[in-house]
């Protein structure tokens, strides 16, 4: 059995970020089921979202956020965010981060990038690669800490805890299994503070802009830890995402938009006018919204964005990645619009904490996409997400210095070891491929931008048989990496689909037809699930 002081699953910049600070104070593990830098971080292009300039203000932001969020966001925890968000990117700066710059006045000073629901430009950005260049800076750092260990294609498979063990004063995280990807082996990690960082649950749709590896596998262990889940309902589609038969995942930034980009139809009608006062750069709910209606009203496939009246010079300094992407596509962005459709973007909701990361379970925390602080509310406003994870993550370290197990639950409780059981290797990988499919392809019918009671009833019904195949083929055969995240996707997807039917209204990014009016007197508050 591996024992660490910490244990951080998840490996985007809340849990590098966990890390890094963490080693100071004690030995770091940090599990990721693929490589490193595999993370959702490494595919976010925009930017982070913070004030740094004389023309933007704490309260402005502070404003844009809370708008976004539709009446749903913890104040207080927007403020700590944001306020203290400026230290947070100057750390990034001194480990050696250089976001892009332009001449102000005759000094340099940050390009500052403009994205849906902002008033001020205030996303810094390194081109449209920023989560890209935010996850090599904290790799490399990471790669010079001593007390840092990088545990790459192992995957957490679930949570120890007093309460299973049988303790009955206090319930608390006291280790996790792990499986070996490489030797198929369970192990055993022992930690007084694990920290979930796994990011979102992109995977669960059908069309998404995340990684693969994004299968909310935090938030189901925390689920079957018996952790505090809060508004999953709200799940970001991005209006953005590339439209290609070849094209798998590949996110066209708001980025575009924030420079001029302009939302055509399929008769080149400027559209968004029609839906919002902001047209293009309406926050992201309405806009995907929109995108829907558009794409239903002509019968089409996609919608297109048109940025063709930018210099092709400017498109590629301030957009190589997509400008590229585009022409191996056989799309010119200088020359014609861009083909796009809405895809599964962002987790609003998650393991419900307070702003420093804590779990209703004590010992567990959880950062960045997994956790829910309060943030984001209903709706996230654009570039958040990275922000939320760089303060959180500092934020957490702090509290979990500060917390101490209780003595008769401290390290000398034996934890036992993983128990397999009389099982086989699986006969037949094509059942879990069928069911992930099926998953998949039932959200994005009946759960996605615009949904309905009968369409959610539906999706459950089908979840709950899927949940009970995948339970007795989950304890029949040996686990791996396919049929763990087939377990967390269904997990994942019944938590979405029973926060949505509970929440009889339509706010932020939950639009429902049988409830399209916003009901603060009995639904201005979160959505909380929990099996305790």
Same mark, same amino acid.
């Given at each position: 059995m591996k024992e660490y002081d910490f244990v951080v699953v998840g490996s985007g910049i809340a849990g590098l970020t966990f890390a890094l600070k963490a080693a100071k104070h004690g030995s770091v593990a940090v599990i990721t089921k693929r490589k490193g830098a595999d993370s959702n971080t490494a595919w976010a292009q925009g930017g982070i979202a913070c004030v740094t300039s004389d023309e933007d203000s704490f309260e402005l932001h502070v404003r844009d956020t809370l708008e976004a969020g539709a009446g749903l966001c913890d104040e207080a925890a927007v403020r700590?965010?944001?306020?203290?968000?400026?230290?947070?990117?100057?750390?990034?700066?001194?480990?050696?981060?250089?976001?892009?710059?332009?001449?102000?006045?005759?000094?340099?000073?940050?390009?500052?990038?403009?994205?849906?629901?902002?008033?001020?430009?205030?996303?810094?950005?390194?081109?449209?690669?920023?989560?890209k260049e935010i996850e090599t800076t904290l790799l490399r750092e990471?790669?010079?800490?001593?007390?840092?260990?990088?545990?790459?294609?192992?995957?957490?498979?679930?949570?120890?805890?007093?309460?299973?063990?049988?303790?009955?004063?206090?319930?608390?995280?006291?280790?996790?299994?792990?499986?070996?990807?490489?030797?198929?082996?369970?192990?055993?990690?022992?930690?007084?503070?694990?920290?979930?960082?796994?990011?979102?649950?992109?995977?669960?749709?059908?069309?998404?802009?995340?990684?693969?590896?994004?299968?909310?596998?935090?938030?189901?262990?925390?689920?079957?830890?018996?952790?505090?889940?809060?508004?999953?309902?709200?799940?970001?589609?991005?209006?953005?995402?590339?439209?290609?038969? $070849?094209?798998?995942?590949?996110?066209?930034?708001? #980025?575009?938009?924030?420079? &001029? /980009? !302009?939302?055509?139809?399929?008769? *080149?009608?400027?559209?968004?006018?029609?839906?919002?006062?902001?047209?293009?750069?309406?926050?992201?709910?309405?806009?995907?919204?929109?995108?829907?209606?558009?794409?239903?009203?002509?019968?089409?496939?996609?919608?297109?964005?048109?940025?063709?009246?930018?210099?092709?010079?400017?498109?590629?300094?301030?957009?190589?990645?997509?400008?590229?992407?585009?022409?191996?596509?056989?799309?010119?962005?200088? $020359?014609?619009?861009?083909?796009?459709?809405?895809? #599964?973007?962002?987790?609003? &909701? /998650? !393991?419900?904490?307070?702003?420093? *990361?804590?779990?209703?379970?004590?010992?567990?925390?959880?950062?960045g996409e997994v956790g829910c602080t309060g943030l984001h509310g209903a709706n996230r406003l654009a570039s958040n997400s990275l922000l939320e994870g760089l303060v959180v993550a500092h934020r957490a370290v702090e509290a979990s210095i500060r917390e101490l197990p209780p003595k008769h639950l401290a390290k000398k409780i034996s934890l036992p070891e993983w128990q397999s059981g009389d099982v086989h290797d699986v006969d037949e990988l094509v059942v879990i491929y069928h069911n992930w499919d099926e998953i998949r392809r039932l959200m994005w019918d009946y759960v996605g931008i615009v949904r309905t009671d009968k369409r959610l009833q539906r999706a459950s019904a089908r979840l709950r048989n899927l949940q009970r195949e995948i339970h007795d083929f989950y304890w029949n055969f040996k686990v791996s990496v396919d049929l763990l995240e087939l377990r967390n996707l269904a997990t994942v997807a019944a938590l979405i689909v029973d926060s949505a039917l509970s929440r009889k209204e339509s706010r932020g990014l939950h639009f429902t037809l049988d409830h399209p009016e916003i009901y603060d007197q009995q639904y201005k508050q979160d959505t909380l699930l929990s099996r305790i």
């Open positions: 700590t965010i944001v306020t203290e968000g400026p230290e947070r990117i100057r750390e990034l700066v001194e480990f050696g981060l250089r976001f892009d710059e332009r001449e102000v006045a005759g000094h340099r000073a940050f390009d500052l990038g403009k994205e849906g629901g902002h008033s001020k430009r205030r996303v810094l950005h390194v081109q449209d690669l920023t989560g990471l790669d010079r800490q001593a007390h840092v260990g990088l545990l790459e294609n192992h995957m957490a498979v679930d949570l120890i805890t007093a309460g299973k063990l049988g303790f009955a004063t206090e319930d608390r995280c006291l280790g996790v299994y792990v499986l070996d990807e490489k030797t198929g082996e369970v192990e055993t990690i022992r930690s007084d503070r694990i920290v979930l960082a796994t990011g979102g649950c992109g995977k669960v749709y059908l069309y998404t802009t995340n990684p693969d590896i994004a299968t909310g596998d935090g938030v189901a262990m925390a689920w079957r830890a018996g952790a505090v889940i809060a508004n999953m309902e709200f799940i970001q589609f991005h209006p953005t995402c590339l439209f290609h038969a $070849k094209a798998k995942s590949f996110l066209i930034s708001e #980025a575009v938009r924030g420079e &001029g /980009g !302009i939302l055509r139809n399929s008769r *080149g009608e400027d559209f968004m006018p029609r839906y919002h006062p902001r047209g293009s750069l309406a926050p992201r709910d309405i806009v995907a919204r929109a995108i829907d209606a558009e794409i239903k009203r002509f019968g089409a496939k996609c919608v297109f964005l048109d940025i063709a009246d930018k210099p092709p010079e400017f498109l590629q300094e301030r957009f190589p990645h997509i400008y590229q992407t585009c022409l191996q596509f056989g799309i010119d962005m200088s $020359k014609q619009p861009i083909p796009v459709v809405p895809a #599964a973007h962002y987790q609003c &909701g /998650g !393991i419900k904490t307070d702003v420093n *990361g804590a779990t209703s379970l004590p010992g567990l925390y959880a950062i």
